[in-house]
């Protein structure tokens, strides 16, 4: 089955700079990739998807890019702002019809302002 | 829009006792997640459901925990009797189709004492 590798599971990042989260899956029938954000006491939200079609998207400060030859995608947040301060969560979805999303451990975000 | 529902959002009870977790999808989806989320392990499915009807519940981890969906809006997931290592947050999530994101509720955070 689909295994999902995150890194790094702690970031810490001045106001202003980038943060760069990436994962790795195992299964190459995988074909969509989607990106949640978790603020405490709250359930995930979706911030971004990608699908296998598509090299990169981009929505606003988020970024996120694809390799299928490497199996890895990963998230970019540009200028960084305190209120992206959270745990990301990347995640793959397994192949097949009904195909259900396999997550990776999370990595804890910290902006400093 | 209305989201994902899921009541109660804590929960505190003593081990032995059942505990009943409630979720209500977002209107018109037909597939509806339970997970679990512990530090340990992060986020597990634990069944899912298309079309009211249990397709997959091999994450649930013991024949303690059970889940029902009656109708298209409701679904229940119950654990009796209640162990303290059953001591987690429990999210609900929904999705319209197979190939469209998932959306998770706010959880609940449940303790057995």
């Known amino acids: 089955g689909e295994n999902v590798e995150q890194h790094p599971s702690t970031l810490s990042v001045q106001e202003g700079d980038s943060a760069v989260i990436k994962c790795t899956y195992s299964d190459s029938a995988s074909n969509y990739f989607p990106w949640y954000k978790q603020e405490l006491g709250k359930g995930p939200q979706l911030i971004i998807d990608?699908?296998?079609?598509?090299g990169e998207k981009k929505d606003q400060r988020i970024a996120v890019t694809l390799n299928k030859t490497a199996k890895h995608f990963s998230l970019h947040i540009t200028e960084t702002q305190p209120e992206d301060s959270a745990v990301y969560f990347c995640?793959?979805?397994?192949?097949?019809?009904?195909?259900?999303?396999?997550f990776g451990k999370g990595t804890k975000l910290s902006v400093k302002p | 829009d209305a989201g994902v529902i899921q009541s109660p959002r804590h929960e505190v009870t003593e081990m032995g006792q059942e505990v009943t977790l409630r979720c209500k999808p977002i209107s018109g989806h037909d597939y509806l997640f339970w997970y679990r989320q512990t530090m340990m392990r992060g986020l597990e499915l634990l069944i899912y459901f298309n079309n009211n009807v249990p397709i997959d519940d091999s994450g649930m981890p013991e024949d303690r925990f059970s889940a029902k969906m009656p109708n298209a809006s409701f679904s229940t997931l119950k654990i009796q009797p209640s162990e303290p290592r059953d001591s987690a947050v429990y999210f609900c999530?929904?999705?319209?189709?197979?190939?469209?994101?998932?959306?998770f509720g706010d959880g609940t955070r449940l303790s057995i004492l």
């Open positions: 995640a793959a979805r397994e192949g097949g019809s009904q195909g259900n999303l396999i």
């Open positions: 999530a929904s999705r319209l189709g197979s190939n469209q994101p998932q959306h």
């Open positions: 990608i699908r296998s079609n598509v």
